[in-house]
């Protein structure tokens, strides 16, 4: 389980509604109307992203009077089903999905088997997305890819591609340079 204890909170005289802080928000909690940004309540996970990026120092976080709890239990999906889905994604369940938040890929991929179609879906209903907001965007569009879900790119800058991998990389090149020990390396996902 993830509680988020507090909540982001805009200085409405300091904001000229430039639009910045929804751009990077994990959630799209922050919609911009009549030139300010508005936070909703719910949706925020009070992640660094929006403090961070407003040049005119106009949002803080507040604490929240009771925690958002967030959190998936990943024994309530089929189990074949999701390990399958890790496999496809080149992910061990037990590996973590996101750092910050102590979270395992195992949850994030039963939020993709619960029905998230997006990583802010995914980190809605896990709580991941709240710390670093960066780790566990690649491993939430692997899950969602390798389930077969198309990424549509949201407006602004909130999204980046999936980076190469291992699993990106030919067997012509494997076999190029073995001193890398690839082949190796991906016999360690191979066993689960
Ligand atoms: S980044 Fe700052 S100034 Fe720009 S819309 Fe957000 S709160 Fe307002
Ligand atoms: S989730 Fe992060 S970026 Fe979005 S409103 Fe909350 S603190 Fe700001």
């Given at each position: 389980m993830v509680e988020i204890k507090f909540l982001a909170q805009v200085d409405t005289e300091k904001c000229t509604g430039c639009g910045k802080c929804a751009n990077v928000c994990p959630t799209q909690a922050i919609q911009v109307k009549d030139k300010k940004a508005q936070v909703e309540d719910p949706q925020c996970l009070a992640c660094p992203n929006c403090v961070d990026i407003c040049p005119e120092e106009a949002i803080r976080k507040i604490p929240r009077v009771e925690p958002l709890v967030f959190g998936v239990d990943?024994?309530?999906?089929d189990q074949t089903e999701l390990v399958e889905l890790c496999r496809k994604a080149h992910l061990h369940p037990q590996q973590w999905l996101c750092l910050c938040t102590a979270t395992r890929v195992r949850d994030g991929a039963a939020a993709v088997l619960k029905g998230a179609k997006t990583p802010e879906e995914i980190a809605l209903m896990t709580g991941i997305r709240s710390g670093c907001s960066a780790y566990c965007l690649m491993t939430s569009m692997r899950l969602l890819e390798a389930y077969g879900v198309e990424l549509e790119q949201p407006k602004g800058y909130r999204w980046y591609k999936t980076t190469q991998t291992l699993w990106n990389v030919s067997e012509e090149m494997i076999k190029k340079y073995p001193g890398y020990f690839l082949e190796e390396d991906k016999d360690v996902f191979r066993p689960f």
């Open positions: 990943y024994r309530e999906v």
